[in-house]
């Protein structure tokens, strides 16, 4: 309540009962290379790419920050993952990217997202890999 009566507070406020009242009266701003706020990186790929031709694209794009990715999906879970689970996912990278993600609402692009008439599909990925300072959000149109 406090902070909507002073414009410089609003953003933190805590309240500790006996102790006071503490302030932090910074504005916050919107990183744009966090993961979790950020758009994440425009790719676009044809409908049929292979999860192994993604995850090539991302070392040949990155290739300061990808030598080895890992690959997840919000929707799908885990697609290829390094290390233990290698063996596990390995089959994955010859198959089609839109055959591992399911076509949910959250992954389908608008009118105008990606092409003119809507054909597109978005799928957002999560790319990690141990040269990496954090993870990478990819966001992928397939037409």
Do not use: W
Not at 39 to 51: I, K
Not at 81 to 86: A, H, S, W
Not at 124 to 135: G, P, Y
Request: proline fraction near 3%; charged fraction near 30%.
């Amino acid at each position: 309540m406090v902070t909507m009566a002073v414009k410089g507070m609003n953003n933190f406020m805590m309240y500790n009962g006996r102790e006071g009242v503490y302030t932090h009266t910074v504005a916050y701003e919107k990183d744009d290379e966090c993961p979790a706020c950020s758009p994440g990186v425009r790719v676009e790929f044809s409908r049929d790419v292979a999860l192994g031709d993604v995850v090539d694209a991302c070392v040949k794009k990155f290739p300061n920050q990808c030598e080895k990715p890992s690959v997840s999906s919000a929707t799908a879970g885990h697609l290829y993952m390094r290390g233990v689970f290698e063996e596990e996912t390995r089959a994955n990278l010859g198959k089609k990217l839109v055959d591992l993600v399911p076509d949910d609402a959250d992954d389908v692009a608008g009118a105008g997202t990606a092409a003119e008439d809507g054909t597109a599909r978005r799928i957002d990925l999560e790319v990690n890999d141990k040269k990496m300072k954090r993870s990478l959000r990819l966001r992928v149109f397939l037409k």
